[in-house]
């Protein structure tokens, strides 16, 4: 078990956790309320300059931590992939543009096509992005999502998954995103994370809660502390694995984006010094 | 893959597949639509004898194919989990009068209580009961469940796991009920299957579709053929392991307990033919 954290330094939340808040309004507040680092959405940049967004948010003193998110290269088609793959360079452009050293990878799924193929295209497709990611200097970290998104989110919903593209494409580049809420059920999750660890591969880590019941499949994330994940068990493992990087809230709640986002902010401090 | 299904001799239907439908007016009807198996909801003979509900299904040429369900055998508290027993032993002998040979069960679980925990209260429960079942002549069949239930319904969300628990406690009355909804997405799932089949351990096989998207997350199943779920490869695999036994189609829905169940009836026997 991690020791408790004591104070906000390593706390980061992704904007979309903050829905109803523009990049210009939350960024001051995350900064008021000790936050040291920003996940960002692309749609909290769009039609902005992703480099001014990235001095803005330093200039608060907040580091950008990664960008969220790119991904989807299964398609049914080649056109589908080629074209994908021309979107994630576009998204490495605007990490680097933005200064965020990872992108987040949904990594997509095809409904109906079999999760060996799209998790092969995946790969290949990660092959393709590889060289300009490592010549940006931009991190690709895959996100093991729960296998209820592996109809038509993610072909990769393990961490065996992951790791196993990562051992493929043999690229320093291509590395694992973890969010609890993912992957909390897996009975190899402790072995999974060492393992990652061992292979420099552990490029993030997201927390949040499982609420019960869940209500939506999407938007019912609960604020760690209401739900039944061991979330500080699990950020015990990960740094056991040597990871020394952000914890992430990232959080899509239909509930809390419907209240005030200010006292949702001041939530979200509390339940991570109690209970990450 | 298996061969298409050219009738419906290895048809059952779930009575809560056409919920609004009492015992007394679903068996007459699934009878007229060729179907040939019955698996009994506990809710559908509550105030009613067992026996003579089992006797009238016969009566109706359906086989009586199981009592779904028990299970919930991990609780907080030591009374709580004696208790699950005690509930588990009049779900057996409901079974034996109803003349149902396998019993499946949703294995439970407690939120905030680690699944390991969960599951070796539900391998103590299952230890305590192998005997009346065997006495009685019914099969304990442990249903993993989707990860998305790991909170609160199974902390058994793998065929691994349920083996596992099936190899600990060496009983012939104790094995797994296959439900593509929960297991569709494991990428061990060809080799788990050929390994019950090895260990004599493939009680059952339940099917249905999973839809894109799923607005819910416990009634919003599809019928085969709408959805991503292999259904006939995985069939395939089942019946190279050996099974035998009755497609068991297990449908909730609310969209469909919403419209007329006859036209439902016929939809299932059709999508059964079509894409099982």
């Keep these: ?87 994630n ?18 990594c997509g799924a095809v409904p109906g096509q079999p999760l060996a193929e799209s998790r092969r295209q995946i790969t290949e ?31 990769i919903n393990t961490v065996a998954q992951a790791r196993a593209v990562c051992r493929e494409l043999g690229s320093p580049w291509v590395g694992v995103a973890l969010d609890v809420y993912h992957v909390w059920w897996d009975d190899s999750l402790e072995r999974e994370i060492e393992s990652c660890g061992r292979e420099g591969t552990l490029f993030a880590f997201h927390i949040c809660d499982w609420r019960t019941p869940t209500t939506d499949l999407l938007n019912d994330r609960g604020l760690m502390g209401e739900g039944c994940i061991p979330v500080r068990r699990i950020r015990g493992w990960v740094e056991a694995a040597g990871f020394g990087g952000y914890n992430e809230v990232e959080i899509f709640s239909n509930r809390r984006w419907a209240g005030d986002q200010d006292l949702f902010l001041a939530d979200i401090k509390a339940a991570y010094l109690k209970h990450s």
Tied chains: 1, 2.
């Design 1 to 87: 078990m991690a020791t408790p954290l004591t104070d906000t330094s390593r706390l980061c939340i992704h904007t979309i956790t903050t829905k109803p808040w523009t990049l210009e309004v939350a960024v001051p507040r995350y900064a008021a309320a000790g936050v040291k680092g920003v996940t960002v959405w692309r749609q909290a940049i769009e039609g902005r300059d992703p480099a001014e967004a990235g001095r803005m948010i330093r200039d608060h003193g907040l580091s950008v931590v990664s960008l969220c998110r790119g991904g989807f290269l299964a398609a049914a088609s080649r056109e589908g992939r080629a074209s994908a793959v021309d979107e």
């Design 125 to 155: 497709g990660l092959a393709e992005l590889a060289a300009h990611a490592a010549a940006s200097g931009v991190r690709l970290a895959i996100e093991p999502l729960h296998p209820m998104y592996a109809d038509d989110r993610s072909a």
């Design 89 to 106: 360079r576009r998204c490495i452009d605007q990490a680097a543009a933005l200064g965020a050293p990872t992108i987040v990878l949904v």
